[in-house]
Each structure stands twice: as structure tokens, then as C-alpha cells.
């Protein structure tokens, strides 16, 4: 099989070669680089330091228990925390009470996750939610959505107190900042805060008014807002200073709506950003960030980045469309990235079924040129996660899902239990969020998923290009995948070849397009090809197969010059 170079727009080339790219084209770079800090002879897709991580996702409270005498069995009184079953058909449950899992059941698995070769781990909030199970709004059902009613804050997106860690999740010997300075410094693990700004806790409908429901409180434990499980429009802002911090109107659900036009709202909650910054925080996820004004990303995002200007801010805006998810990552709204929603949405519908669909179908959500991003190299990129169904795909579905996102453009993120596929097809309230625990974890070094993971995750972990290298496709089609990461910076300079293979037998590529004479290492058989000028390389990938073939070495090949300073200009 050949593959052809897509149609380019011609450049000077003496140009492009004298410095890797034509001034004018050193110019758009400029203006679209993160830090803008663009060098000549540098071809990268992003300087964000953050984009060489990958990221583990934890629900703490539902990953592993590692200290059972904070798990409060009883804690609630008449309205109960713990467990809470709800009964599915053939005997399935989910729950929507605690579980135990605790910070100390991830630092206990530190070692597990850096292996699988991930390098951050983003926990579910860590901070205070209400110690009873809400007694409010219509009782969740299997199965169900959109219902809280005798559901508890074990998720912690229910916070009561933005500054105090949850009692569930810390440890008589393990504060927060214990763990954040443990992660890093024993195992080379960042963590990622997970924070909310545009609700509290569930604050109305409750046939009585429990503590810490629809009240909020200051670093000092000083009350500063309640709701008094009045509807929002029975809220008297502008006269009662605990309803001050409310809209009087809803927002989702039961949810008190944070008023952030408050500048008192907005520096409770940017001040608690800080804190958790000075506790140990690498980076931040952002709760349903749609939710909130561009104004309030802005602030937060100038504070925060004053004295940490590298700091990594990803939010969560559910839309599959990325004209709309787009605009919070632009620099005047606070230059935030993005869980990539429209490639979680195409990679669902191509690994679910590998067998039966097309690459074709991913081609088009990378935006890599003219694309509607900052920078699309920044996007936060997953297949499922605890908020939606977990995919339903195969082993073979999995390993090639993996094989995908480890390579492409874009930093992975991979929700617990999916090395072994866990829970696979559940939604939230059908098992998605059911409890992992050790044992799951102990086995998952013999599942197919888990080895195959580990091997690609580590592949990017030691290989700059496919972490922040420019991305230039040759072909996608079919079950065949082929594409370049191209990175030149810091005196370092690397061309990964990308070969994908999902259907269920093996495939042979020979690849010319781009094609550099030199020595090309095949990075997970150790396999070596020395290439003569002109020669393509050929090679047999197998079923449900990935190979990443490096070259280090000084990019020589004009033609892939040219193909990557012009997606660069547009990128």
C-alpha cells in the first residue's frame, strides 16, 4: 500500500529550510503559540509544559479504600451515607452513597498508575460536602438522571466548604498537602484538583433543612451564605446577606446557582483555587464551565496564572460541538482548554465496533489546521468518564482506543477500571461509578487491556513528539491509520512515524510520503530499519496493532518541512 501526500499550498521552501519556517509564517506562529514565546528553527504544537502528561482519572470515593477508619459507616442518623444500593434488574446495583475510597487508596496505588505509564492524576473535588444523604427533589432510581433525591456528596461536586477537605478523603496521617508532596516527590505523579464554580450543594425541596445543604462556609468555618431550602425565586439577595450569594433563579437541578457577578462570590471561590494551588494542586479541572461567564474564566485565570503562569486549566463543557467548546480556550476568555467532547463522541462510535467502521470518521475531529481552538494540541482528550456511559466496546475495542489516544494530538485521559474494561456500557447510575477496589486493581497486570495500555502509555511518556509534536496525517481510512508527530525544540529533534491497525488481522504499510533516509526505531519490538534516500518504509503492523517508528535526527526531507510549517501557519 502507497500512500500520497495531501494537497499543500507551496511555500519557499529556501526559506523553510534556512529556518524551518518563512517569516511570515514565524509570524502566525507567534501569535498562535501558548506561551508566545516562538523561537526560530522550533516546530511544536505546544510549549505548555502540561502537555507531556497523561492523565488518570479517579472518583476518589469509589477507587479504593486505604483507610477504613474514615469511611463514617454510620454517619448521617436518619438519613444514612453509607452505601446506599440502588437495586437493578439480575441482581445489578449501583450506589449512590460512600464507598470508602480515600486519598490514601490512591497514594497506595501510585506505584500501579505511573506504571501503566501515566504521569497525573485527576481526583473528583476533595473539599467538604454534607455529612447527610439528601432528603430533597424525587428519589434517583437505577438507572436514573437528573433526580438527587437520597443521593450523598461522596462525588464531592456538592461543597459545603470550598477551603476543607472532605472527612472522607483525608487521613489522621495524610493531610492533602501530605499527599500532593507524596505523589510527586515519590512517584513522580501530578495532580489535578477537580473545582466548581457555578453551584454548591443541593438546596431546596428538603422535607427538612439539613446542615451543610445550600450553606457555604469561609476558611475560618464562618457561615457566609444559605439558602434555607428556599426555591430560588423565594430568595431575598439584595436584602439578606445569606442569600447574597445565590441567583434567584435555578440553574441544575436542585443546585443552589452561585451568583458570579458577587465579587465576594468571586473571590470566595478564586481564593479557594489558590489555596488548594499553595495545597499541592499541578492543575485544575473545571466543572461544568459553560455555566459560568467567560468574565469569571478571565479573572480566574489572571489571578491564578500571576504567579503561576504555567498553570493547566481544562473544563468540562458538554457539547459535541466544537465551534462552542471552543471559545474558552480562547486567550480573552481566560485561555482555558477543554475536554475534547466531539473526539470522545467519534471514538466511541468508531471502537465500540472497531471491526465495522472507518478512521476516516476521527480524521475530521482533529482540527488541525483552520480549527475553531487556541490550540488544539492542549485539548484534553477521553473516550468516557463518569458522567456519561462507560464505552461498550471490546478488549480488542479498548486496546485500539488506547492505541489511538496515546499517539494522536491532544493530552489522554483514561477513567479508572478501563485498563480492564470495567464496568463497560453502565451509565452513571447503572454501575459507571461503582466502587473499584484493590482486588480489580491487583489482576488488572494480567488483563489484555492493561498490558497493551501500559505499553503504548509508555511509549508517549518516553517519547517527546507524541506528547507536544505537530501532527501530519498521511492516510486514515478504513482500519488503517498512518501519521507523522513532528517536533523540533530545545536542541531536540524527533519524527515519530505512527502506524495504526484495528481490524483483526495484520496489515501491511509502506510508507513513502514524507519518507526521511536514516536510522528509524520501531519503539515497542526494538525493531530497526536504516533507510536509503528515497527508500519507503515497509512493515506489517498486527491485528488490532500499533507501531511507532522514531527518528532522531535533523529533519532533512523538504517536503515534510513544508507540510508541517504550513499546518502550523493555520493551525
Request: aromatic share 12%; proline share 4%.
Amino acid at each position: 500500500m502507497v500512500f500520497f501526500k495531501p494537497t499543500s499550498i507551496a511555500l519557499s521552501l529556501a526559506s523553510i529550510l534556512a529556518v524551518g519556517c518563512s517569516a511570515t509564517n514565524q509570524e502566525n506562529l507567534h501569535s498562535k503559540d501558548h506561551n508566545e514565546e516562538f523561537k526560530a528553527n522550533q516546530i511544536v504544537g505546544t510549549t505548555t509544559p502540561f502537555a507531556s502528561e497523561a492523565v488518570y482519572f479517579v472518583v476518589t470515593d469509589r477507587f479504593v479504600d486505604g483507610d477504613p477508619s474514615n469511611n463514617h459507616e454510620a454517619q448521617g442518623g436518619d438519613y444514612p451515607t453509607w452505601q446506599l444500593p440502588l437495586e437493578g434488574p439480575d441482581g445489578k446495583k449501583a450506589y449512590v452513597g460512600y464507598m470508602g475510597g480515600d486519598l490514601k487508596g490512591i497514594l497506595n496505588n501510585a506505584e500501579y498508575i505511573s506504571n501503566l505509564g501515566f504521569t497525573a492524576v485527576w481526583m473528583t473535588p476533595v473539599v467538604d460536602n454534607p455529612d447527610y444523604a439528601f432528603n430533597g427533589d424525587e428519589p434517583i432510581t437505577y438507572g436514573g438522571a437528573f433526580k438527587d433525591g437520597g443521593k450523598t456528596g461522596y462525588h464531592g461536586y456538592w461543597a459545603t466548604n470550598y477551603y476543607k477537605a472532605d472527612e472522607h478523603l483525608v487521613s489522621e496521617d495524610l493531610s492533602v498537602k501530605d499527599y500532593t508532596t507524596q505523589m510527586r516527590e515519590k512517584h513522580g505523579l501530578k495532580s489535578v484538583f477537580d473545582i466548581v464554580a457555578n453551584h454548591g450543594s443541593p438546596s431546596f425541596t428538603m422535607e427538612k433543612d439539613l446542615p451543610g445543604y445550600g450553606e457555604l462556609y469561609d476558611a475560618q468555618g464562618k457561615l457566609v451564605a444559605d439558602h434555607q431550602n428556599l426555591a430560588p425565586e423565594a430568595l431575598d439577595p439584595k436584602n439578606n446577606p445569606l442569600h447574597a450569594f445565590f441567583h434567584d433563579y435555578p440553574d441544575l437541578v436542585k443546585l443552589s446557582n452561585l451568583d458570579d457577578e458577587n465579587p465576594a462570590v468571586r473571590d470566595y471561590l478564586i481564593n479557594s483555587y489558590l489555596y488548594w494551588i499553595s495545597q499541592g494542586a499541578d492543575a485544575f479541572r473545571i466543572d461544568t464551565i459553560r455555566h459560568v461567564p467567560h468574565a469569571f474564566w478571565r479573572e480566574a485565570a489572571d489571578r491564578i496564572r500571576k504567579d503561576n503562569p504555567d498553570f493547566f486549566m481544562f473544563g468540562e463543557s458538554f457539547d459535541y460541538e466544537a465551534n462552542n467548546i471552543a471559545q474558552h480556550t480562547l486567550k480573552k476568555n481566560g485561555g482555558v482548554s477543554v475536554l475534547d467532547f466531539p473526539m470522545q463522541k467519534a471514538m466511541v462510535s468508531v471502537f465500540e465496533k472497531p471491526s465495522e467502521t472507518d478512521f476516516a470518521n476521527l480524521e475530521k475531529v482533529l482540527h488541525l489546521t483552520h480549527g475553531p481552538y487556541e490550540n488544539v494540541y492542549e485539548l484534553t482528550t477521553f473516550y468516557d468518564n463518569h458522567d456519561m456511559a462507560r464505552m461498550n466496546a471490546t478488549d480488542s475495542g479498548f486496546i485500539n482506543a488506547h492505541n489511538w489516544l496515546f499517539t494522536v494530538r491532544g493530552i489522554p485521559v483514561v477513567y479508572m477500571g478501563s485498563e480492564v474494561g470495567y464496568m463497560r456500557g453502565t451509565a452513571e447510575h447503572a454501575g459507571n461509578r461503582n466502587y473499584v477496589g484493590q482486588e480489580v486493581l491487583d489482576k488488572a497486570k494480567n488483563h489484555a487491556i492493561a498490558k497493551a495500555l501500559t505499553t503504548i502509555a509508555n511509549v508517549r511518556k518516553q517519547t517527546p513528539a507524541l506528547q507536544r509534536g505537530v501532527q501530519v496525517n498521511i492516510k486514515m481510512e478504513g482500519h488503517q491509520a498512518a501519521f507523522y508527530r513532528v517536533l523540533k525544540a530545545e536542541g531536540q529533534t524527533q519524527v515519530a512515524l505512527v502506524l495504526l491497525n484495528k481490524g483483526e488481522q495484520p496489515a501491511d504499510f509502506l510508507v513513502s510520503d514524507y519518507m526521511q533516509s536514516g536510522t528509524w526505531v520501531e519503539q515497542i519490538t526494538g525493531k530497526t530499519l536504516s533507510l536509503a534516500e528515497g527508500e519507503a518504509l515497509k512493515t506489517k503492523v498486527p491485528e488490532n496493532g500499533v507501531q511507532v517508528w522514531l527518528l532522531n535526527d535533523q529533519m532533512i526531507n523538504s517536503e515534510l518541512i513544508e507540510q508541517v510549517s504550513f499546518q502550523l501557519a493555520r493551525q
